[in-house]
C-alpha cells in the first residue's frame, strides 16, 4: 500500500516535470503564450507527487511497514516517535525524496509568485531549468535510489537508523534546513541560466531573485550551524567542526553563495562582474551537486557518511551536465556579458567586493583542494594520503583573518574611490575598539598572536558593523536595522561572534581524561567535579549507562548507550553550558564492577556557546536583510540617496543609503 | 570627537599600543610546552587508523587511545614532534598522516592555494592600473557644458 503510493507520488512528479519541460520547451520555441502558462500546473503537480510520496514514506516509517526495504533497513520499532518521522533522511534514498519534496515545493513557489510573468521567457527559461532538474531527482528515485523498494519476506523489525542519527533532537532540524537551502540555490541559478538563454544579462533577473537567494544562503547558513551544534552535542570528542567531506560539502555552496551575495551589489550598482556572478551561481549550484556526490557515492570516507550506493554515476554525470551548460552558454553569450564600466579605486566599495570575492575564491578553492586532492594523488601515482584538520586549520585561518579585516573595512568606504582622511574618521572609532579588545585581553592573560589578533579583527569588524547600524538608526528610525545594507550588518555582527568564538574556542581549550572512582572530587581549570555513581536506564532501544557528575553544584550526565539492534556502542556527552565556557563531559569508560574508576573526558572551552548565537544572529540578520526596504522608482538611478528624511546631510551618508 | 579622529596622533597612539600588546602576547607563547600540550598536538595530526576521519586526538577507539599513549611516552622519552610522526607512518603508512607531505606531488596542496591568491591579486593589481583614469585630464567647457546640461535636464 505504501509502496504503491509513493511509487504513484514519484511517478507523478516524473511525469509532471517531464511533461512540464517538453510544454515548456515547445511554447518558448514557438512563443507560445498559453502554452507557457501550463507549466505551472505542472510544477503544482510535480509539488503534488512528492507530497504524495512523502506522506507515503512518513506513513511507513511511523507504522513501521517494513515491507518497504528503506524502512527495514532504517527504521525499528524501538525507534522514538520524533526520530520515526526523522529517519525519512537518515538515510540515502529518504534524503533524495526530501531533496525533491523541497525542489518541487521551490519550483511550485516559482510558478505561483511568478505567475503573471510566466510568458516572459526568461521566467519560463528558470522554470523550466528547474523542472530539469526536478526531472533528475525524481529519475534518481524510480533508478538508484529507489525509497519505494519492497522486499519479501518482510521481517518483523529492522535495526533503526544509525544510532548516531536518533541521538538528539537537532537530528530533525538540521537536515531539513540545510535542504531548505541546498536546494534553494536551484532559483537563483536556474535564473541565470535563464538570463544566458535569453541573451537578458542585464540586472533584471538579480532583483528578481535576490530575495529568494538571501533565503536560500540564510538556511544554509542555519543548517550548517546546526549540524555543528549536533557534532559538538552528540560525536562527542568536544569539537564542533572537523573539515569532513560532509561538512566541508555544505561549507562549499556557502562560500560561493557568499561571495555572490557580495559581488551581485557590483553588478546592481555599477553593471560590472557579470560573468563572474553568474559563474558564481553555477558553480553554486554545481558544488551542491558535487558535494552530494562526494559524500554519497562512498569515494570519500566521513565520519558522516551514513548512507552508500551507486549513485555517484548519475550524479556525477548531471554534476557534468551542469558545468558543461553553464560554461557552454556563457562563452555563447561572451559578447552580452562584457561590461562596460571600469572601477575607479581599488580603496572604494566595489574594490572591497572584489577583495572579498578573491578571498572567498581562495578559501573554496583551499577546502576543495583539501577534500579531493586524497582522491586525485591516488589517481595520478597511487600514493596514499590524508589531509586533515591540520592543513585546512593553517590553510583557512589566514583567510579568515584578511576576510574579518575586510569586513572592518568595506562597510565604511563609499562607492567609487575613498580618500585617507574619510577612512580615518570612519574607522576611528572601530579602531578604538579593536586596540581596547587587543591590550584588554592581553591583560586579561590571554597569549598567541593568532587569537588575540583575531580578537581585535573581531572587534575592528564588529566596530564598523555597529557603526553603520547605529547612524541608519539615528536617521530613520527603526528602519536602520531593516534592509539589506543594514541587516547584512547584523549578519556581520554574527560572523564576528562565531571568528570570537572560533578563535577563543581553538585556542584556549583545556582537556583532560579523569580516572575517577565513586564520591571522588576532580578540579579542573577551577571547575569542581564530583562523580557521584552510575546510574542505568533500560529503554527498548537501548540501554543507557550514565554517569553522574556534579560540576560546580550541578549534576550532568554523560552517558554511553548500547543499541539493542547490532550491539553499536555510542556516547551521549553531557555539556555545562555558559556564556563565558563550556565544560563538556564524555564517559570513555565504565566501571565494570562496582568500586572501578570510570573515564571521563573534561573537554573546557571558553565562548562555544557564540558560535551557536552568532549562527542565530546571522539568521535574524538574513531575514531583516530580506525585509523590504523602501522602494525607488524604477527610473531613478541607484546612485540617487535612498529617499529619506535626511535632516544633516554629511558626505557619511553616501556610502551608507545604498 | 570630529577633531580627534582627523589627527595623526590618535592613530599613532592606538597603532603603537596595538603593537605593544601584540608582542606581548607573541612573547608570552612560544609553543606547546607542556607535554600534555605538546601530546595534543602531535594527536591531532595523526589520524586515528580504525575510524574515519577523525584524529587520534578526537577519536575514543581503542587504537585511537593506544596511540595516544603511545605518543606521551615517546614525548617523554625526549623524541621530537617530527621523530614521532615518522614513527607513527612508518607503522600505519604515510596516510596515518593528517598534514600532508610538502614535496613530490603532494606538495601541489600547500602550493597551489598560494599560487593561485597570488595570481589573482597580481591580476587585480594590473587591472586597476588598467582602469586608472590619468589624473591631469583637462575639463575642457564642452564638457562643462554637457554636465550642466544633465543636471538641469528634469528627472523622469
Known amino acids: 500500500m505504501n509502496a504503491a503510493l509513493g511509487t504513484a507520488g514519484v511517478t507523478l512528479g516524473l511525469i509532471a516535470c517531464v511533461a512540464g519541460a517538453v510544454t515548456m520547451v515547445v511554447g518558448l520555441r514557438g512563443e507560445r503564450a498559453a502554452l507557457i502558462r501550463t507549466g505551472r500546473t505542472y510544477a503544482f503537480l510535480a509539488l503534488a507527487g512528492a507530497i504524495l510520496a512523502t506522506i507515503a514514506m512518513e506513513r511507513a516509517l511511523i507504522t513501521r511497514d517494513f515491507s518497504l526495504e528503506f524502512v527495514a533497513n532504517n527504521g525499528s520499532s524501538r525507534t522514538p516517535a520524533l526520530f520515526n518521522v526523522a529517519t525519512m533522511w537518515a538515510a540515502l534514498e529518504g534524503s533524495i525524496l526530501l531533496w525533491a519534496l523541497v525542489l518541487a515545493g521551490y519550483t511550485a513557489l516559482i510558478a505561483h509568485k511568478f505567475r503573471a510573468r510566466l510568458s516572459d521567457p526568461l521566467v519560463g527559461w528558470a522554470l523550466l531549468t528547474m523542472l530539469v532538474v526536478g526531472i533528475f531527482f525524481f529519475g534518481l528515485m524510480l533508478g538508484p535510489a529507489n525509497p519505494f523498494t519492497t522486499v519479501s519476506p518482510v521481517p518483523l523489525d529492522g535495526p533503526g537508523p544509525n544510532p548516531l542519527l536518533q541521538n538528539h533532537i537537532l537530528m530533525a532540524f538540521h537536515p531539513p534546513m540545510l535542504y531548505l537551502g541546498y536546494v534553494g540555490f536551484t532559483v537563483p541559478f536556474a535564473f541565470a541560466i535563464a538570463a544566458l538563454v535569453t541573451g537578458r544579462v542585464g540586472e533584471g533577473w538579480l532583483l528578481a531573485t535576490r530575495r529568494w537567494t538571501l533565503f536560500a544562503w540564510g538556511f544554509l547558513t542555519v543548517g550548517i550551524m546546526l549540524g555543528a551544534w549536533w557534532s559538538y552535542e552528540v560525536l562527542g570528542w568536544g569539537g564542533y567542526w572537523a573539515w569532513d567531506p560532509v561538512e566541508n560539502a555544505s561549507l562549499l555552496p556557502w562560500l560561493t553563495g557568499t561571495a555572490y551575495l557580495h559581488s551581485v551589489m557590483v553588478q546592481e550598482r555599477r553593471g560590472m562582474l557579470r560573468v563572474w556572478n553568474i559563474s558564481l551561481l553555477c558553480a553554486t549550484f554545481a558544488l551542491t551537486i558535487l558535494g552530494t556526490f562526494l559524500t554519497r557515492s562512498g569515494v570519500i570516507d566521513s565520519v558522516h557518511a551514513f548512507s552508500e550506493s551507486d549513485i555517484g554515476g548519475w550524479l556525477l554525470g548531471f554534476f557534468g551536465l551542469i558545468v558543461v551548460v553553464s560554461v557552454g552558454l556563457v562563452g555563447w553569450r561572451g559578447d552580452r556579458l562584457r561590461a562596460p564600466g571600469s572601477m575607479d579605486s581599488p580603496i572604494s566599495r566595489e574594490g572591497s567586493f572584489l577583495a572579498n570575492n578573491v578571498l572567498f575564491a581562495a578559501f573554496t578553492f583551499v577546502v576543495l583542494l583539501g577534500t579531493v586532492f586524497p582522491l586525485v594523488v591516488e589517481a595520478i601515482n597511487g600514493e596514499q594520503l590524508s589531509v586533515g584538520v591540520p592543513y585546512f586549520n593553517r590553510m583557512t585561518m589566514p583567510l579568515g583573518m584578511l576576510i574579518l579585516f575586510l569586513m572592518a573595512i568595506a562597510p565604511v568606504l563609499p562607492w567609487r574611490k575613498a580618500s585617507q582622511e574619510l577612512l580615518r574618521v570612519r574607522l576611528f572609532w572601530p579602531a578604538v575598539a579593536a586596540t581596547v579588545t587587543v591590550v584588554a585581553t592581553v591583560v586579561a592573560g590571554a597569549r598567541g598572536v593568532a587569537p588575540v589578533l583575531a580578537f581585535g579583527l573581531g572587534a575592528f569588524a564588529g566596530g564598523a558593523a555597529i557603526r553603520q547600524v547605529v547612524l541608519a538608526s539615528r536617521r530613520q528610525g527603526w528602519r536602520g536595522v531593516v534592509g539589506r545594507t543594514n541587516g547584512g550588518m547584523i549578519v556581520h555582527l554574527g560572523v564576528v561572534m562565531i571568528a570570537v568564538g572560533l578563535a577563543a574556542s581553538q585556542s584556549y581549550s583545556s582537556e583532560v581524561e579523569l580516572r575517577m572512582e565513586e564520591g571522588q572530587v576532580a578540579t579542573v581549570d577551577g571547575h569542581t567535579l564530583v562523580f557521584e555513581g552510575i546510574e542505568t536506564r533500560e529503554d527498548p532501544e537501548k540501554t543507557t549507562i550514565a554517569a553522574q557528575v556534579r560540576v560546580d553544584g550541578q549534576v550532568y550526565a554523560p552517558a554511553i548507550n548500547e543499541y539493542v539492534f547490532g550491539g553499536q556502542t555510542i556516547g551521549t556527552p553531557s555539556v555545562s553550558t555558559g556564556l563565558r565556557q563550556d565544560v563538556f563531559l564524555a564517559l570513555l569508560d565504565v566501571p565494570e564492577e562496582p568500586g572501578d574508576p570510570a573515564v571521563i573526558r573534561v573537554v573546557i572551552q571558553p565562548l562555544v556557546t557564540w558560535l551557536w548565537i552568532g549562527g542565530g544572529v546571522m539568521g535574524l540578520g538574513t531575514a531583516l536583510a530580506a525585509f523590504p526596504g523602501k522602494r525607488r522608482r524604477p527610473t531613478q538611478p541607484t546612485s540617487e540617496p535612498a529617499d529619506v528624511p535626511d535632516p544633516d546631510p554629511e558626505p557619511e551618508m553616501v556610502g551608507a543609503s545604498a | ?156
Open chain 2, 1 to 156: 570627537m570630529k577633531d580627534l579622529s582627523r589627527a595623526r596622533w590618535p592613530w599613532i597612539l592606538l597603532l603603537s599600543l596595538l603593537a605593544g600588546a601584540l608582542v606581548v602576547a607573541a612573547l608570552g607563547d612560544s609553543g606547546p610546552r607542556t607535554t600534555a600540550e605538546r601530546a595534543r598536538a602531535v594527536s591531532e595530526s595523526i589520524a586515528c587508523p580504525t575510524c574515519q576521519g577523525q584524529s587520534v586526538a578526537d577519536s575514543a577507539a581503542p587504537s585511537a587511545r593506544a596511540i595516544r599513549t603511545e605518543v606521551a611516552r615517546r614525548i617523554e622519552a625526549g623524541e621530537t614532534d617530527q621523530q614521532i610522526r615518522d614513527h607513527i607512518a612508518g607503522i600505519y603508512g604515510d596516510d596515518a598522516l593528517l598534514t600532508p607531505p610538502r614535496d613530490g606531488v603532494a606538495g601541489l596542496i600547500w602550493f597551489l592555494p598560494v599560487a593561485g591568491l597570488v595570481a589573482a591579486v597580481g591580476g587585480l593589481v594590473v587591472l586597476f592600473r588598467r582602469w586608472r583614469v590619468p589624473d591631469d585630464v583637462e575639463v575642457s567647457d564642452e564638457d562643462r557644458v554637457l554636465v550642466e546640461q544633465a543636471r538641469r535636464s528634469p528627472r523622469s
